[in-house]
């Protein structure tokens, strides 16, 4: 049941689940967040229809295959198969297997983190002390596991008996989380993307319900501070009246509660760009005007149900837990803490080093009038009609337009890195009055520069639907590429208090592409 028999039954060329990590750094990686041990539930639709249940121990995910799925009534018996154990990163993991073994979709129907429970019955403090894995490798060995699950949908008491070779049975204890009858919802859903195992294998974007009417009428109806209830969600809120980012011209100044109504009701047009992505948060606490700061690391006193990932490569020299999105909730909490911006990854938890996306920055010097940037987007626009290649631009809220380019699984930086500066200098060579390629402003002559180092790892950009933290709160926003030529389009021309009515009636022309997967032209 070791790494060997997970990765001897898989061809990774194939195959878009995640590899085994390098496990010493994994594990330090675990430590470092906080040593709660995750659980998993996964709706693998394979041969058979089965839950894998998957439980962190020793940096891997022991594993079992549920075929009638777990559930919270107590006394019943469900046959579990004892699986290989799986890499950590699995827990982010779904998908389509395309053929061979476990060919089928897989969806995350469940997560959070589990304790083992000792002879006496008490749950242990689960951190990474030695005497909780010894206690987990005692009671695997003795073929019973006493567990408690924390998660969104299973919670309480369970216990896995082995009754013979790799079979067990799973139980739920008559506690508290016990629910006689009880049934899962469906169809079963991610609460990672929301999606179903058929809109999964339809390639469909992430979907993220918006907050109720009633619930934004109760957030404009609550005064400078109170509780605010958002889907099964509660958020402490304060200074809501706080002013963070300032006006312009027009365009009122946007308070604290502007910008949790903004990212609550953006929830369904951000998720395709957030879910199952690490992000890092532009926060300004005493307002736009004062500096900000970026925060990596999820922040002390986040809640709980903040679902959090920790990259199991160091980064600047120590491990950071990210925030993951999941839902409106998770993005009004932080607006709460004055996160102004939004930036993902351009890769995705379950396989960081492998990005999603290729992304072009047209980044204005002091001397690019915004015609030029536009004659920039559009010989981008051409270089990718050229190269058979889909893709989007999105005008950024600040002065410059990004074109974004969907990609296959399974590329690395340096290959979509290697492209982006192939297309930038053959688009720069176009028009070489408008561009330098000096890595420092100062050196650029007030002109513009193409930056295609942002393909990188720990690099990410602004996400679509973003506020930017200029007067008038700005936001970024796709365009489709005739736009390009509206004498009307600017570049921070839609804010927090118009974006609403620019998607209610044009749409996210970007958001199609999202789940498209291209593979790079040879160049
Ligand atoms: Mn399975």
């Not at 304060?238 to 963070?244: N, Q, R």
Request: with cysteine; net charge negative.
């Amino acid at each position: 049941m070791s790494r060997q028999d997970y990765d001897e039954r898989r061809r990774f060329d194939l195959t878009p689940e995640p590899r085994f990590d390098d496990l010493d750094d994994g594990r330090a990686a675990a430590a470092a967040s906080g040593g709660r041990r995750r659980f998993v539930a996964q709706l693998h639709r394979a041969t058979a229809r089965h839950v894998d249940l998957r439980l962190e121990h020793r940096g891997t995910l022991l594993s079992w295959a549920v075929p009638k799925g777990p559930t919270l009534a107590p006394g019943a018996r469900r046959l579990a198969v004892r699986t290989e154990d799986h890499p950590l990163a699995y827990a982010w993991f779904e998908g389509v297997i395309p053929s061979g073994y476990g060919a089928g979709d897989v969806i995350v129907w469940d997560d959070g983190w589990w304790q083992p429970v000792d002879e006496d019955g008490r749950a242990v403090e689960t951190d990474t002390a030695d005497s909780a894995d010894l206690l987990v490798d005692a009671m695997l060995a003795d073929g019973r596991l006493r567990f408690v699950v924390h998660g969104r949908k299973l919670a309480g008491r369970f216990t896995l008996v082995r009754t013979r070779d790799d079979q067990w049975l799973l139980l739920h204890g008559k506690d508290d989380a016990a629910v006689p009858g009880w049934e899962p919802d469906s169809p079963m859903r991610s609460v990672l993307s929301g999606r179903s195992n058929d809109e999964v294998r339809g390639g469909a974007p992430a979907r993220w319900a918006a907050p109720t009417d009633d619930e934004l009428t109760a957030l404009d109806e609550l005064g400078a501070a109170g509780p605010w209830q958002i889907g099964d969600r509660t958020l402490e809120l304060t200074k809501l009246d706080k002013v963070l980012v300032p006006g312009r011209d027009d365009t009122p100044p946007t308070t604290k509660r502007d910008l949790i109504r903004h990212y609550a009701t953006m929830a369904p047009a951000l998720a395709p760009y957030l879910a199952g992505r690490p992000v890092n948060l532009n926060r300004f606490p005493d307002g736009s005007g004062h500096g900000g700061f970026w925060q990596r690391s999820v922040p002390q006193g986040a809640p709980d149900w903040i679902r959090r990932w920790t990259d199991p490569v160091r980064h600047r020299g120590r491990y950071h837990t990210h925030v993951v999105f999941d839902g409106a909730a998770s993005l009004a909490w932080a607006a709460s803490i004055a996160c102004v911006e939004i930036h993902p990854w351009t890769s995705l938890a379950v396989a960081p080093d492998e990005p999603t996306w290729v992304y072009f920055d047209i980044d204005p010097g002091p001397d690019t009038t915004w015609d030029e940037v536009l004659v920039l987007a559009r010989l981008y626009r051409t270089a990718l009609e050229h190269l058979g290649l889909e893709g989007g631009a999105k005008v950024t809220g600040g002065s410059g337009i990004h074109v974004w380019v969907p990609v296959e699984p399974r590329l690395t930086f340096e290959q979509t890195r290697t492209f982006a500066g192939t297309v930038s200098r053959t688009v720069g060579g176009v028009v070489p009055d408008l561009v330098s390629w000096k890595w420092h402003r100062s050196d650029r002559r007030g002109r513009a520069r193409l930056d295609d180092t942002q393909n990188a790892r720990h690099k990410t950009l602004v996400a679509p639907f973003s506020v930017r933290p200029s007067p008038g709160a700005p936001v970024a926003v796709p365009i489709r590429w005739d736009e390009l030529d509206d004498e009307h389009l600017a570049s921070d021309g839609w804010t927090v208090h118009t974006v609403g009515a620019r998607l209610a009636e044009v749409g996210d022309p970007l958001a199609p592409l999202t789940t498209r997967q291209q593979p790079l032209p040879d160049m």
